[in-house]
């Protein structure tokens, strides 16, 4: 069992940024792909991006590519979403996810572990 907290979150004006960190309980945490999703009521989880174990392959949702920047830090078992150029639509509850497997996927069910999640809310 891998256990994942995230942090981060809060309230943003458009433009802003802000960063989200997920913490993992172990050290095996670098044999897992990485990913973070986003969800809002009434919608499906969305898949937001993604970063292979040793951290040199990202993959990332159009709507948010070039705009967010995910990482890890693998000494410190942690994953980081940096959000830049927030627009409201980036409004969302979000999650971290971990694969055992080593491959980036925008499927939910990829995953084999999740954290709670972190409230982003974007103020126009």
């Known amino acids: 069992q891998v256990w994942l907290v995230e942090s981060g979150g809060g309230l943003v004006q458009t433009g802003g940024s802000l960063r989200l960190s997920c913490a993992a309980s172990?050290?095996?945490?670098?044999?897992?792909?990485m990913a973070w999703f986003r969800q809002v009521p009434g919608k499906e989880r969305e898949f937001v991006a993604g970063?292979?174990?040793?951290?040199?392959?990202?993959d990332y949702a159009d709507s948010v590519r070039g705009r967010f920047t995910v990482s890890r830090d693998n000494g410190k078992n942690t994953v980081y979403l940096q959000m830049s150029t927030i627009e409201p639509g980036d409004t969302a509850v979000y999650s971290c996810?971990?694969?055992?497997?080593?491959?980036?996927?925008?499927?939910?069910?990829?995953?084999?572990?999740w954290g709670q999640g972190t409230q982003v809310t974007v103020s126009s």
């Open positions: 970063i292979k174990p040793r951290g040199g392959v990202t």
């Open positions: 996810a971990a694969s055992r497997q080593h491959s980036i996927s925008t499927s939910a069910e990829h995953y084999d572990y």
């Open positions: 172990e050290r095996s945490f670098i044999l897992y792909a």
